[in-house]
């Protein structure tokens, strides 16, 4: 009889969650659009000089500017270091990875600059200093996702010099370009 009791009361049990009315689907807020994170100071450069080839890797021009990249940058309190998966990419951060012990994350390139919000937001590391190593084609998109301006419609096949760094605040964004 006990055991009759129980059976009925677990039946009874879930019969009532299953006619538990579902609740709505959450809207989903585009990360760009939920400005309560999105602070920080962003470092944002092009890889720099590369050999021909799809994922190929610095010339030795290329490796003298990521030198140079790295003692502009290594007092500038860096806390993480974002790259898309080329080899150009993560050699242009390499001497600031090795020598101030940074870790590094990979984006996806892609043309609207969601993917580089996304990895932030993964990586709970909006509110912090990031250098973020692109390409030519990605970072003024990357720039206006941001919520900057550059001043610039293109980034030329040669130019490898622009170092763009955003402050961003709950308030708004600022710009400031730096040749290196």
């Known amino acids: 009889m006990t055991a009759r009791i129980l059976i009925t009361g677990f039946l009874f049990s ?38 021909p080839g799809y994922d190929s890797t610095l010339t030795g021009a290329g490796l003298i500017r990521a030198g140079k990249l790295y003692h502009l940058l290594k007092d500038s309190g860096i806390t993480r270091i974002y790259t898309t998966p080329f080899r150009r990419t993560a050699q242009t951060g390499d001497s600031l990875r090795l020598l101030a012990h940074i870790d590094t994350v990979h984006y ?10 996304y990895a932030i937001s993964r990586h709970d590391d909006w509110g912090k200093r990031l250098l973020v190593i692109g390409h030519s084609n990605t970072l003024l998109p990357m720039l206006q996702s941001l919520g900057v301006r550059p001043g610039i419609d293109s980034i030329a096949d040669k130019d490898y010099g ?13 710009l400031e370009k730096k040749r290196y």
Request: proline content about 8%.
């Open 162 to 174: 622009n170092l763009f760094i955003v402050y961003k605040t709950m308030k708004g964004a600022r």
């Open 108 to 117: 996806q390139p892609d043309s609207t600059g969601e993917s580089l919000l």
């Open 14 to 51: 879930a019969g009532l969650a299953a006619c538990k009315p579902k609740q709505p689907p959450r809207a989903v807020t585009p990360v760009s659009e939920d400005s309560t994170f999105l602070t920080g100071t962003l470092f944002l450069v092009r890889h720099a000089e590369k050999n």
